[in-house]
């Protein structure tokens, strides 16, 4: 039997990659040169509130849909709280709609339930290599946006904008729950910028390579765990290295 290999943060690596990877694949397929492919559609019918993927709490009694609107299923896009099995909405989760999300099928939002059915992760793209990452304390009917972690701010004192910072090309974290009130968080950004300076400052969470024709890649990869305060709060641990991929 071959030896398990364990990562920085004590876990086995294969027990903390595959949900990001998982994510990067879903974003890099999806993000087709052609723009007729470019997006993954649905058209919802006019009570239709289709369940994401992962969706399902695991108490049984809760769910996370999807519904919109138009030939393309954007139109006033929301993702609801479910009542289960009667398949009822309680609420619309916030930082979700028609302004921030690229896809509009089920299966391009990603839900993650924490075991006790009272936090629920839920990812998607909001550009074609860009996936937002909400999480949401759930206390019956209701569901509260949580203050996200975001390792690359911990690391570097700064967060960044999609909208205006267009130096940043790709952004995917992914979380995976160790325990009702704990999980583990990976963080992996590209971005293209003339220097280095970057790649300095975040020491061995960061990697440059050149490109072709002038500038720099600088990828942020990195790894923490993190912990739901009884306040709300998200207290996240030191960031360690994830693993950086071979670009071209």
Do not use: C
């Amino acid at each position: 039997m071959s030896p398990r290999v364990e990562h920085a943060s004590g876990l086995p690596r294969h027990s903390i990659m595959p949900r990001r990877r998982a994510i990067l694949a879903l974003a890099l397929t999806l993000a087709v040169s052609s723009p007729a492919f470019a997006t993954a559609e649905h058209r919802y019918g006019k009570n239709e509130y289709a369940i994401i993927q992962g969706g399902r709490a695991p108490n049984g009694k809760l769910s996370v849909a999807a519904h919109g609107g138009g030939e393309s299923g954007s139109e006033g896009f929301r993702i609801y709280l479910m009542a289960e099995p009667g398949h009822r909405r309680l609420t619309t989760l916030d930082n979700v709609n028609d302004d921030n999300i690229l896809d509009s099928a089920p299966d391009a939002f990603h839900a993650a339930w924490s075991q006790d059915s009272r936090t629920v992760a839920v990812s998607f793209r909001s550009e074609r290599h860009i996936v937002t990452l909400n999480i949401y304390a759930v206390d019956g009917t209701q569901a509260k946006l949580l203050d996200g972690p975001d390792l690359f701010r911990d690391v570097t004192g700064r967060s960044v904008d999609i909208k205006t910072d267009g130096d940043m090309r790709t952004s995917v974290p992914a979380l995976t729950w160790q325990a009702p009130r704990r999980f583990h968080l990976t963080e992996y950004r590209v971005f293209v910028l003339d220097d280095t300076a970057l790649a300095d400052k975040l020491g061995p969470l960061g990697k440059a390579s050149k490109r072709d024709g002038g500038g720099n890649t600088i990828q942020f990869s990195a790894e923490a765990d993190g912990e739901l305060l009884p306040d709300g709060r998200i207290r996240m641990g030191k960031p360690v290295p994830g693993r950086f991929e071979e670009l071209e």
